[in-house]
């Protein structure tokens, strides 16, 4: 009989592939390797440099295909010499599993893909398990899940739903899942005036002035109280710029750059009305030219509490004893692309420490993770 997969060896075997953002570092080779010694169709769609991996256990087209999602590219380390243990050591340390990934998020892909590969040894479902894998959730994402899920479309792949694994736990395991995220946009605002001595205001235009006051009516107004699954949204200024070295001078130009993050009272498209509007009305009050670049991350999105969301609650329940919290807290994921192909949840370990030097995860998580995503598929296909 052909051992269990262990997911830690297999976290700490992905730490050791340096996949910093777009480099495959081997992770995907690994993964793939695994994958077909248990009947896995692997397909490489690498895209514009992004590494990408796609595998099906089952037959395509199949009435019930269950999807994970992840990426093993993992942001840069950092001071190296920061570091506790090396960030691609993959050391295991009183209890801890250590290196760069170790949270964000190469211990769920493990946790997946081993709990997929012991199903379908062990009960052969009647249906398909669909594993995308990226090496772009760190970066741009443009080819990444993207790439993934068009490449899926054009050969006919489908998955009837998908659960991303990143980590959603704040503080202990089993604590929260994500069935929604916040919609995402930066607009780039550009205040053209006229330049002038700062001694004759009155000659010149001044785009500071009308600047900051819309800056500040688009930073007082509140969009929203919140909605029945999704807190405020909010407007956060990030920057205000002028490039100008001299005090005696009106500049030409100013800039700014704003950050929305909204939930499903608004779309990009409704807001980036609103930006144009209230832009329009201090143009009309100062003579100062504005013009709006708007870059949209992705929309807000929900997958409403019904079967799958029950499913995984009741796996996350079952396996760590805590009722989890159904949020849309956060930033993005990659589970804003695949909304739009089939309904989707989020659930994984604690990422108190994703990002951070030291970055690391409790090993006793990673089987309890595995577990969770087997138990899933077991009461999925059953």
Same mark, same amino acid.
């Given at each position: 009989?052909? /051992?269990?997969?262990?997911?830690?060896?297999?976290?700490? *075997?992905?730490?050791?592939?340096?996949? +910093? $953002?777009?480099? #495959?570092?081997?992770?995907?080779?690994?993964?793939?390797?695994?994958?077909?010694?248990?009947?896995?169709?692997?397909?490489?769609? &690498?895209?514009?440099?992004?590494?990408?991996?796609? =595998?099906?256990?089952?037959? !395509?087209?199949?009435?019930?295909?269950?999807?994970?999602?992840?990426?093993?590219?993992?942001?840069?380390?950092?001071?190296?010499?920061?570091?506790?243990?090396?960030?691609?050591?993959? *050391?295991?340390?009183?209890?801890?599993?250590?290196?760069?990934?170790? %949270?964000?998020?190469?211990?769920?892909? =493990?946790?997946?893909?081993?709990?997929?590969?012991?199903?379908?040894?062990? $009960?052969?479902?009647?249906?398909?398990?669909?594993?995308?894998? %990226?090496?772009?959730?760190?970066?741009?994402?443009?080819?990444?899940? +993207?790439?993934?899920?068009?490449?899926? @479309?054009?050969?006919?792949?489908?998955?009837?739903?998908?659960?991303?694994?990143?980590?959603?736990?704040? *503080?202990?395991?089993?604590?929260?899942?994500?069935?929604?995220?916040?919609?995402?946009?930066?607009? @780039?605002? *550009?205040?053209?005036? +006229?330049?002038?001595?700062?001694?004759?205001?009155?000659?010149?235009?001044?785009?500071?002035? =009308?600047?900051?006051?819309?800056?500040?009516?688009?930073?007082?107004?509140?969009?929203?109280?919140?909605?029945?699954?999704?807190?405020?949204?909010?407007?956060?200024?990030?920057?205000?710029?002028?490039?100008?070295?001299?005090?005696?001078?009106?500049? /030409?130009?100013?800039?700014?750059?704003?950050?929305?993050?909204?939930?499903?009272?608004?779309?990009?498209?409704?807001? =980036?009305?609103?930006?144009?509007?209230?832009?329009?009305?201090? #143009?009309?009050?100062?003579?100062?030219?504005?013009?709006?670049?708007?870059?949209?991350?992705?929309?807000?999105?929900?997958?409403?509490?019904?079967?799958?969301?029950?499913?995984?609650?009741?796996?996350?329940?079952?396996?760590?004893?805590?009722?989890?919290?159904?949020? $849309?807290?956060?930033?993005?994921?990659?589970?804003?692309?695949?909304?739009?192909?089939?309904?989707?949840?989020?659930?994984?370990?604690?990422?108190?420490?994703?990002?951070?030097?030291?970055?690391?995860? #409790?090993?006793? @998580?990673?089987?309890?993770? !595995?577990?969770?995503?087997?138990?899933?598929?077991? &009461?999925?296909? /059953?």
């Amino acid at each position: 009989m052909t /051992a269990p997969v262990d997911p830690v060896r297999l976290t700490a *075997e992905l730490i050791r592939c340096p996949s +910093v $953002t777009p480099e #495959e570092g081997g992770a995907l080779m690994l993964l793939q390797g695994v994958l077909e010694g248990a009947g896995f169709e692997c397909h490489r769609v &690498d895209r514009r440099g992004t590494p990408n991996l796609f =595998a099906r256990w089952g037959r !395509k087209g199949a009435n019930r295909t269950f999807g994970f999602n992840g990426h093993t590219d993992v942001v840069p380390v950092g001071d190296a010499d920061a570091w506790t243990h090396d960030p691609f050591g993959g *050391e295991i340390v009183d209890g801890w599993l250590w290196g760069r990934g170790a %949270t964000d998020m190469k211990s769920g892909v =493990a946790a997946f893909a081993a709990a997929a590969v012991d199903f379908v040894r062990a $009960t052969p479902p009647d249906g398909a398990i669909v594993l995308t894998i %990226t090496g772009d959730e760190e970066g741009p994402g443009k080819d990444g899940t +993207v790439a993934l899920l068009e490449w899926m @479309q054009a050969q006919g792949e489908r998955m009837s739903v998908c659960l991303v694994g990143e980590p959603t736990c704040p *503080e202990r395991m089993g604590e929260m899942m994500k069935i929604g995220r916040r919609g995402s946009m930066t607009v @780039q605002v *550009e205040a053209q005036g +006229v330049q002038g001595h700062s001694a004759y205001p009155h000659r010149a235009r001044n785009p500071l002035h =009308a600047l900051v006051r819309l800056m500040d009516g688009l930073a007082s107004h509140a969009l929203d109280e919140g909605t029945d699954h999704f807190d405020a949204s909010t407007l956060a200024i990030t920057t205000i710029d002028t490039g100008n070295p001299a005090s005696n001078v009106i500049p /030409a130009r100013a800039r700014a750059t704003v950050n929305i993050r909204f939930n499903d009272a608004h779309t990009s498209a409704s807001l =980036a009305d609103w930006l144009r509007a209230e832009a329009a009305k201090v #143009e009309a009050e100062t003579g100062v030219h504005f013009s709006l670049a708007v870059e949209v991350s992705g929309e807000s999105f929900l997958t409403p509490p019904g079967d799958f969301v029950r499913l995984v609650a009741g796996s996350v329940r079952a396996e760590t004893g805590l009722e989890p919290v159904l949020s $849309t807290s956060g930033g993005t994921s990659d589970a804003r692309f695949v909304k739009d192909h089939c309904p989707v949840v989020e659930f994984g370990l604690v990422g108190r420490t994703m990002h951070q030097v030291d970055e690391r995860v #409790e090993v006793a @998580q990673i089987g309890q993770l !595995k577990a969770v995503y087997g138990r899933i598929l077991r &009461d999925y296909f /059953a």
